[in-house]
């Protein structure tokens, strides 16, 4: 671990610093404003702005939030041309060619925030330490900052370890994790059409610190969806018959989705997580609003649940004549590792000094988007794997998240370097 411990005092100030700015899917500028420079100096060629997506995958873009996003990062001092050339789009591709023939290695670090409130009382670590969150109602509350921070350390080994690499090693800073927004448009880009191994992990989870869970399969496929209908006003007691109404055609379509029978071959979940609709006591119900979420064991399971569930949306707007309009908001699949890349990290993790339990774990309730680009390398006979390195969280997403930076990055890291000198050292 020495030759480590000198790229451990930067990697935590940048998760620090980081931190204190969360950005919500979408909108990380100064994130990414971080990364680019720092990877660019450090040598790395970048791919940034529109080429680093297929946009027609790039889900649960709100122009509104981003427009407003940009011009927070401008007047906290981004560089306006940097602005100009993401192009709205927040994420690079840092790579790292060797010049020397060997394998295409690729690690993806997310960087989205949530949005919660943190708290900022002697009970949050971040808050002790002087870090918190700056920016009202956002935290990373999920780790994602020490991950991009991660990240970047990683990305100074590179360079420094060069000489002793082979192949060529692309670091996905990937936007918008959170919802399952951000994968879907990077492995549609055609950009890891060439990976030949895929590594990615995440800090937290069941794991805690001191250990390490490889996800040898898990996850849910999953499918996040809008819903907005639009009926017809009218005086609610002169003149109902005139009036068409969306607030019940979202109720019915709700009660139904959640009805759904079950799929007898895996898990299956639902949810109506929002409904706004309505505009006044005495008026026929105009717009309705819903955010809905499928979720499967596999991308067929899950395929059947949002089947079932956008019929029943349609459905509704028919029985109540009202116009329905779906927009699909985010996307993620399971994951089943290879057993070369489980046996890889098994094998580097337990050599870690630090990491005491290095354990199986085959999560199947959550998702994670990662899932896609770990989907696109296994298409084309790429192999992957992921894994949590753990730490002592009191919940993910919650105003209490913490991660013990310093104890807990510092492992992943090693992980890391250990995983890429066994793909990439010659
Ligand atoms: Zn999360
Ligand atoms: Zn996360």
Partial sequence: MNDLSAYIPEMIETRRYLHRIPEIAWTE?????????????????????????????????????????????LSMGMDPKLLEEMQGYTGCMAIWETGRDGPVTAFRFDMDCI????????????FVGGFDSTFPGLMHACGHDGHTAMGLAFARWIKDHADSLKG????????????????????????LDDVDYFIGGHVGMDPKLHELGIITKGFLSTTKINVSYTGKPAHA?????????????ACSASMQIMGIARHGQGNTAVNIGTLHAGEGRNVVPVHAKMELEVRGANDQIC????????????????????GCDIKIMGRATNVVSDP???????????????INRVFDYDTITSSEDCSLLIQKVQSHGGKAVFFYYGCNHNGHHKSDFEIQDTESLPLGFAVFVGALKKTNGQ
């Fill in 115 to 126: 949005a919660v409130e943190e708290n900022h009382d002697e009970t949050n670590e971040a």
């Fill in 168 to 191: 060529t090693i692309k670091l996905v800073f990937q936007p918008a994790e959170e919802g399952t927004k951000g994968a879907s448009g990077i492995a549609e880009s055609g950009l």
């Fill in 340 to 354: 070369e890349m489980c046996d890889l990290i098994r094998e580097v993790a337990t050599a870690v000094p630090g």
């Fill in 303 to 322: 395929k059947y649940m949002q089947e079932r569930a956008l019929k029943m949306i349609k459905g509704s707007a028919e029985s109540y004549d009202v």
């Fill in 237 to 249: 007691g002169a003149a109902g018959q005139e009036g068409r109404n969306a607030l019940m055609a």
């Fill in 29 to 73: 500028f100064l994130t990414s404003e971080l990364v680019i420079k720092r990877v660019r100096e450090l040598g790395f060629k970048t791919i940034i702005g529109k080429a680093l997506f297929n946009e027609e995958y790039a889900y649960g873009r709100e122009d509104d939030v981003i427009e407003k996003a940009q011009k927070r990062a």
